[in-house]
């Protein structure tokens, strides 16, 4: 098998890729199409003149036909320019890079916190298989993957923020202004998003890994005379992190909308309040920018998995997904 | 030979008895709550559990017992219906692409992965834009998610059976698509389908929690376990018991769904296992 069918596959992989894009960016434009209400008049207010109205319109490019308008906005996103938000009267692009600031490094924080946690625990499960740590860590798993996110949040204000007075219960101040402190505000939030992800990750990876060493290649290394542990770690541990990978790019998927809910408890200016403030102020420009900018975000990181799952399985490559 | 399946899986029993006992416990509110739902008493507010209420009383004075009962019944009804929605949709498509193939299977397959793309929360945010906040709104968001998870499911399930020697035989009997779909395919994926349905009730209470948290999802005076956190938002730094109730309950419930749908996969075939069964995030 040589280095066409990887191409191919990426290449069907990257087209499938843009044609989901654009299906989205449809569904969101003819959605908030038909919503009822007409920005400008929502704008001016009730008093004003039809002719300012009209005129309006005009100036927002809302008297164009439907077609017209999403040609247009899409080649606008192509080149960069999400449009002008009509009540902060400023780049949408920019207000997203803004809010990005915050739902980016806080999925990153969580991500690499669940898997700190959750691929050991899951590791040492397995090695111990049928034993009470065993029998221990997944009752642990089991009731993290049950406990809601933004719930164990207010859980760890009480703790860590109330009682402990070590981290601040909420807020965010810019990076720009003090880099420690607002890395300081994403702590708590980070670590309420990483729990249910890395229960799962422990569940996953202990699965993972108790079916490899039920495979053929791991007795033969324990029939070379490695013991059990040093078979699990060399050959075993690295088969495993197949299906943890595509978990993984899942997981970091749902977890950037799971910051939708998380910032609520920290009072954090995310991505998911910039949507709320746009929808109850009928800022539809911002709304369907915002939203395509976190379905952009989700199917890219989809992406990203496949290709390093192509990458990384040798048996995977030029196969249909 | 059930009763036998079900005395060698203990978790399987304790899962579905917890899960059926707060469903009746939600059930019962229909008829008899301790207090009455709506019933404020701000003379009688902040208590803490005592004889007169069980678990205390909220910021209003109403009986959290009470809240507490109400709000399970409306999670365990948004998630089932979303449930329902998933399955309604998600099992014909499914079905469809492995009975057809070609082009349907196809379509299938890019709707799914269409689908994926939109979070849940994604899509209850346009749906709220849309059409304001509200119960439905959730059950249809939660529904739309299940719909590509039971898709690929009953895809991933009905692979197996086509490859079998009596589905050619039924084709060579002169059988259509649709009707082996509906005759052999739907009843052999049936125990995945329902291990799967469990996976997805519990994943659904959590998401109407979410959903009803930041707002997008049930609205008073209606109550729901997640309305009931959002309520305690604002109080529960001085007042924690009003968000530790409702959140224990969701706990618990989402626990009890847990343990039965892996005691349920144990007990209908152990080899269920490592089929296409996704325990993903919502």
Not at chain 2, 165 to 191: K, T
């Amino acid at each position: 098998m040589g280095v066409f069918p990887v191409t191919l596959f990426l290449v069907r992989r990257i087209a499938g890729f843009a044609a989901t894009l654009f299906v989205a960016a449809l569904i969101i434009f003819l959605l908030l199409d038909l919503l009822p209400g007409d920005p400008a008049r929502f704008i001016l207010g009730i008093n004003a003149s039809p002719e300012a109205v009209a005129a309006l319109r005009v100036q927002m490019g809302l008297d164009a036909p439907a077609h017209e308008r999403f040609l247009r906005w899409v080649s606008g996103m192509l080149m960069g320019d999400f449009g002008l938000s009509t009540t902060q009267r400023l780049p949408v692009a920019t207000l997203i890079a803004e809010r990005m600031a915050v739902t980016l490094p806080l999925s990153l924080i969580a991500m690499v916190v669940s898997v700190v946690v959750g691929l050991p625990i899951g590791i040492l499960a397995a090695m111990r298989r049928g034993r009470p740590t065993d029998t221990a860590l997944m009752v642990v798993a089991q009731t993290g993957v049950a406990v809601p996110n933004f719930w164990f949040g207010m859980l760890l204000t009480l703790v860590f923020a109330v009682s402990l007075r070590w981290l601040p219960t909420g807020g965010f101040v810019p990076w720009d202004e003090d880099a420690g402190a607002a890395a300081r505000g994403l702590i708590l939030p980070g670590l309420a998003l990483a729990l249910p992800q890395a229960s799962i990750l422990a569940r996953v990876m202990r699965t993972a890994l108790v079916d490899v060493t039920e495979q053929d290649f791991i007795r033969t290394a324990r029939a070379k005379g490695l013991t059990k542990s040093e078979a699990i770690w060399r050959h075993g541990v690295r088969n495993a992190l197949l299906p943890v990978l595509t978990i993984l790019g899942l997981q970091f998927a749902y977890l950037i909308a799971g910051t939708v809910i998380v910032e609520n408890v920290f009072f954090l200016p995310g991505l998911g309040r910039l949507i709320f403030t746009a929808i109850s102020e009928r800022d539809l420009v911002l709304v369907r920018g915002a939203t395509i900018a976190l379905v952009v975000v989700t199917t890219a990181t989809m992406l990203i998995v496949d290709i390093a799952y192509a990458l990384v399985d040798p048996r995977l490559k030029g196969r249909d997904a | 030979m059930i009763w036998q399946s079900v005395r060698r899986h203990p978790s399987l029993v304790i899962g579905l008895m917890a899960a059926a006992g707060f469903a009746l416990l939600g059930l019962i509110s229909l008829w008899w709550t301790p207090y009455p739902i709506e019933q404020i008493n701000i003379a009688r507010r902040f208590l803490g559990p005592m004889a007169d209420h069980w678990l205390g009383t909220d910021h209003l004075g109403r009986d959290m017992l009470s809240l507490v009962m109400r709000g399970t019944l409306t999670s365990f009804v948004v998630a089932a219906l979303g449930v329902l929605i998933g399955v309604g949709i998600g099992v014909p498509l499914g079905l469809a692409a492995v009975a057809w193939g070609g082009l349907v299977e196809w379509l299938v397959l890019r709707f799914s992965d269409l689908t994926f793309a939109f979070p849940a929360v994604i899509v209850a945010i346009l749906i709220a834009a849309l059409a304001g906040p509200g119960e439905t709104n959730a059950i249809v968001a939660i529904g739309i998610f299940n719909i590509p998870v039971f898709a690929r499911v009953a895809r991933g399930g009905a692979l197996a059976i086509a490859t079998q020697d009596y589905v050619a035989a039924a084709r060579l009997a002169g059988l259509g698509n649709a009707a082996i779909a509906a005759r052999h395919l739907l009843p052999n994926i049936m125990s995945l389908l329902i291990v799967q349905g469990t996976i997805q009730l519990s994943l659904g209470i959590l998401a109407e929690a979410g959903l009803s948290y930041i707002g997008l999802g049930t609205q008073p005076p209606a109550t729901s376990l997640g309305l009931m956190l959002r309520d305690a938002q604002s109080l529960f730094l001085i007042h924690p018991s009003l968000s530790l109730v409702p959140g224990l309950t969701i706990v618990l419930i989402v626990i009890a769904l847990n343990i039965a749908g892996d005691g349920l996969r144990d007990a209908m075939d152990p080899r269920l296992r490592h089929q296409g069964l996704s325990h993903g995030a919502g």
